[in-house]
């Protein structure tokens, strides 16, 4: 079943502007996970951080995660054209499954 | 990375007709691999779970006489669509996690096939 809500469904940005998503969940989770998919093509996994984990970096990106509000975000710094995608958050909950979230729409306007 | 192969990438075939779908790990053993089906603009939806030589483990609400599954390597699954009907048409995406620990935490996903049943 779908277990994270993202927020916004899409968002439009210029080129070197930082893109905020947002990923809200229900249950206890062992991890979550971002994921990147562009249009048509499989997913390309971004960043994981653990429950026992605040926040993290790799890149460009950084992802925090409130236990206590069940939430995560992600952001992406100094957006590039390139970055026009669409981001999923995936929860791995204690029986091992992924599950995703609805995903959000970025488009980074050159 | 770990790789993970589909084939084919696309398929188009006439209603009633039956579709396999191969997910391969290319250089990694995969003991458990994932079917996942999405919709357009919707996010990945978890049809089965297979492990390699034991049945699949299909999610709620997912026909398993209608979706066939089989893993009988450690770098090859199949999903066969039986019976095809135009409601089945989707973009179908595998993943696999590399074995045998339980707890590996990720997944790596194919490029995905996308289904057109006429």
């Known amino acids: 079943s779908q277990q994270g809500e993202e927020d916004p469904q899409a968002l439009s940005i210029q080129e070197g502007e930082n893109a905020t998503m947002n990923c809200s969940y229900k249950?206890?989770?062992?991890?979550l996970q971002w994921y990147r998919q562009n249009s048509g093509r499989g997913l390309v996994h971004l960043i994981l951080?653990?429950?026992?984990?605040r926040e993290k970096h790799s890149g460009r990106l950084r992802v925090t995660l409130d236990t206590s509000k069940k939430s995560s975000s992600l952001l992406i710094t100094a957006s590039r054209a390139a970055d026009t995608a669409s981001y999923f958050c995936?929860?791995?909950?204690?029986?091992?499954?992924?599950?995703f979230g609805a995903g959000t729409t970025v488009t980074v306007r050159a | 990375g770990a790789v993970v192969s589909q084939h084919p990438s696309w398929v188009i075939c006439k209603s009633g007709t039956s579709v396999k779908i191969e997910c391969r790990s290319l250089?990694?053993?995969?003991?458990?691999m994932f079917w996942y089906r999405q919709f357009p603009k919707q996010s990945l939806m978890l049809m089965a779970t297979?492990?390699?030589?034991?049945?699949?483990?299909?999610e709620q609400g997912v026909e398993k006489d209608k979706f066939l599954i089989n893993h009988a390597s450690l770098t090859l699954s199949t999903l066969t669509v039986t019976s095809a009907h135009p409601e089945d048409s989707s973009f179908y995406i595998c993943?696999?996690?590399?074995?045998?620990?339980?707890?590996?935490?990720?997944?790596?996903f194919g490029p995905g096939t996308r289904l057109l049943v006429l």
């Open positions: 995936a929860i791995r909950s204690n029986d091992y499954k992924l599950s």
């Open positions: 249950t206890s989770i062992n991890n």
């Open positions: 951080i653990r429950s026992n984990e």
């Open positions: 250089d990694f053993q995969a003991t458990t």
């Open positions: 297979s492990n390699e030589g034991s049945k699949a483990t299909y």
């Open positions: 993943s696999a996690r590399e074995g045998p620990k339980l707890a590996r935490e990720t997944q790596y």
